[in-house]
């Protein structure tokens, strides 16, 4: 009877630990949130080195987004790169300023998170750019 009685809790343990979401043992950077897998992929937050950049500076931005996101890509038009991931949940990148035609240009930045299955969300921000 008793082997029959810790069994029974056995098992209830194991399904009692499976019912549990899994969540990283390492603790996540500050500001991003657990999400699971199957969660909807968000952008928390979007840092910008400045929101008036000069032809020719280096200018950054870092993007923090839930813990689920495994890849995010920056959009200008028909110019998009790979923001590169440097911890869960956050992305980093710095790139030169181009020289553009007109002075006083805002462009517009699509900052596009991307789950491991596909699913996206996106957010855009906006850039002053001068000559």
Do not use: H, W
Not at 9 to 30: D, E, Y
Not at 31 to 45: H, K, L, N, R
Not at 85 to 93: E, P, Y
Request: aromatic share 4%; with cysteine.
């Amino acid at each position: 009877m008793a082997t029959l009685i810790a069994a029974l809790i056995c098992v209830s343990t194991i399904a009692l630990a499976t019912t549990q979401p899994f969540q990283s043992a390492a603790p996540l950077p500050p500001g991003v949130p657990y999400a699971a897998p199957t969660d909807p992929v968000q952008i928390e937050s979007v840092s910008l080195s400045s929101q008036v950049v000069r032809a020719g500076e280096l200018a950054s931005a870092r993007v923090l987004t839930t813990s689920n996101a495994a890849a995010m890509l920056a959009r200008i038009g028909n110019y998009q790169v790979n923001v590169p991931r440097v911890d869960i949940g956050t992305f980093s990148l710095a790139v030169r300023v181009p020289k553009v035609i007109l002075p006083g240009y805002r462009a517009q930045i699509v900052l596009i998170a991307i789950r491991a299955d596909g699913a996206t969300a996106q957010q855009t921000v906006s850039v002053k750019v001068r000559y």
